[in-house]
């Protein structure tokens, strides 16, 4: 349609050897994901989803402990290690350790924003098991994340 919208952009750095793969997040959403192509475990995506407009700043989602319960939402048998949840100048960052059945333990890295009409959400994240090893590029893909008006 011609009446579309253009929707934030996002930028993040990751190593010259990851692989961007391929995955459509449904309706007018988009999305960036690379992962290391020697263990895939170990990724970093940005998603950027349409929101009404009178949804245009990160307060309309509510505080960084309301907006925690949407980035760690409460399931059966899914318990989550804050290690920290704060609002950083038009951001909410969040790290913590997830723990799902039958699945390994992962360290994630996740920051929530709003920008031009569209929620972005950036993750980075690993196997707690391999977290130790890439602590330092989780860091430094989370710094390079940058956004955008279209």
């Known amino acids: ?18 692989v961007q793969l391929k995955g459509d997040p449904g309706g007018d959403r988009r999305l960036e994901l690379y992962a290391d192509p020697d263990n895939s475990d170990t990724n970093a995506f940005a998603l950027i989803t349409p929101v009404r407009g009178d949804y245009t700043s990160l307060g309309s989602f509510g505080n960084v ?41 992962r360290h994630l890295t996740t920051v929530f924003m709003v920008v031009a009409d569209c929620i972005v959400t950036f993750n980075f994240q690993a196997k707690s098991s391999d977290y130790k090893a890439v602590s330092a590029l989780a860091k430094s893909t989370t710094d390079s994340f940058k956004t955008g008006k279209p």
């Open 1 to 18: 349609a011609g009446d579309e919208k253009p929707l934030a952009k996002a930028t993040f750095a990751v190593p010259e050897s990851w």
């Open 65 to 105: 402990e309301t907006v925690q319960d949407t980035v760690m939402p409460a399931a059966p048998g899914i318990s989550y290690d804050v290690i920290r949840a704060e609002a950083v100048t038009g951001k909410y960052v969040y790290e913590y350790v997830v723990r799902v059945p039958e699945q390994p333990e």
